[in-house]
C-alpha cells in the first residue's frame, strides 16, 4: 500500500475537504493501551504475539507507535483518520474512502483489525514491496514482512542514499517481471497497479520532505527502518512534513511512478473488481456474484 489500506482510494473520486492539522477525528478509545514502557504516547513498541498486524507497513508503523490501537483491532474509520494525520501529517482526501473500503474486508459492519485487510484481492494485492504474493508463498503468507522480496526496493537507485520517483517507478517495473515468471496465478490488472503505484508515492513523501514535490528524496535509512522494523526513524532524524499531504502532493510523485512502471496487465484475472467481503469471490462479474 504506500501502503495497502490508503492505496485504495486512488481508485476512486477524491475527497476533497480540506481540514486543519489540528482537526480531531477519533473518538477516545480503549481498546488497547496507547502508553509505551516509558510513558510516552507514541514511543515505538514492536507488536505482542496476540497483537494483529496485517499487510501495510503505513498502518502497522502507526499502530507499534499508538496512533492506532497498539493491539491492531477494534480500529474505525475516525481513528483512521486522526492516525495518518497525527503519525505521517497526511490528510483526509488521501485516506477517507481508502479507511472505508477496510471494512469490506472486515467481519463487522463498523471496525476492522489490521490482520483483517489481508484479505486478498480486497486491496491486497500481488506484486507487493515487501509481502510475497498470497499464490506463491507456501503458508498464502502475504501479512508478514519478507526480505527477499523487499530486496528488490532495498538495492534500487545504487550510488546515491535516496529514493525518488524514478527509483520507485524502476522498482515497479522489476517486481513486475519477478512476479510474472514466479506466481502462476498472478493477479496483476489495473486496480493492483494503482494501489501499488499510490503505495510507491506515500513512502517517498512520506519519508522524504514533500515540499520538493516530484523532486522529493526519501532517504534510505528511513525507508528501510519503515518497511524492516515498521518504526517511524525519529532517533535517525526523520520529522513529519511541514506541509499536509494531500491528493495534490501526491498526484505528480505517482504520475511519474506510473510512467516509469511500463505497466502491462498480465496473469489470471483482468477485471478490476474489489473483492466484496471475506466470502466474496475475487471476480464477482465472472461469478455472477455481483
Not at 57 to 76: F, K, M, S
Not at 127 to 156: K, Q, Y
Not at 183 to 192: D, S
Request: aromatic share 8%; with cysteine.
Amino acid at each position: 500500500m504506500m501502503l495497502k489500506l490508503l492505496a485504495l482510494v486512488s481508485l476512486l473520486p477524491a475527497w476533497t475537504t480540506m481540514v486543519s492539522a489540528h482537526a480531531v477525528y477519533a473518538r477516545q478509545y480503549d481498546t488497547a493501551p496507547t502508553t509505551g514502557p516509558s510513558g510516552d504516547d507514541h514511543e515505538f513498541q514492536a507488536p505482542g504475539p496476540n497483537d494483529a498486524r496485517g499487510p501495510c507497513p503505513g498502518l502497522n508503523t502507526l499502530a507499534n507507535h499508538g496512533y492506532l490501537p497498539r493491539d491492531g483491532t477494534n480500529i474505525t474509520i475516525p481513528i483512521v483518520l486522526q492516525a495518518v494525520l497525527d503519525g505521517f501529517n497526511v490528510g483526509p482526501d488521501v485516506v477517507m474512502l481508502a479507511a472505508k473500503g477496510a471494512l469490506i474486508a472486515a467481519e463487522t459492519p463498523d471496525f476492522f483489525n489490521l490482520t483483517e485487510i489481508a484479505l486478498h484481492e480486497t486491496f491486497e494485492h500481488d506484486i507487493s514491496l515487501s509481502r510475497e504474493d498470497f499464490h506463491v508463498d507456501p503458508n498464502n503468507d502475504n501479512i508478514h514482512f519478507n526480505e527477499t522480496v523487499f530486496t528488490t526496493l532495498a538495492n534500487s537507485n545504487s550510488g546515491v542514499g535516496y529514493y525518488n520517483a524514478t527509483s520507485a517507478g524502476e522498482v515497479q517495473k522489476e517486481r513486475q517481471a519477478i512476479q510474472n515468471a514466479a506466481n502462476a496465478q498472478l493477479i496483476n490488472n489495473v486496480k493492483g497497479f494503482k494501489i501499488r503505484s499510490r503505495e510507491s508515492s506515500l513512502y517517498i513523501a512520506v519519508m522524504g520532505n514533500a515540499t520538493a514535490g516530484l523532486g522529493t528524496k526519501a532517504p534510505k535509512n528511513y525507508v528501510q527502518i519503515f518497511f524492516r522494523e515498521e518504526r517511524l526513524p525519529i532517533a535517525e532524524g526523520w520529522k513529519k512534513n511541514d506541509i499536509l499531504i494531500t491528493e495534490d502532493v501526491l498526484r505528480p510523485i505517482q504520475k511519474e511512478i506510473e510512467r516509469l512502471s511500463e505497466f502491462q496487465p498480465s496473469g489470471v484475472q483482468p477485471n478490476p473488481w474489489i473483492r466484496l467481503g471475506p466470502s466474496g469471490d475475487i471476480d464477482p462479474l465472472t461469478a455472477n456474484s455481483i
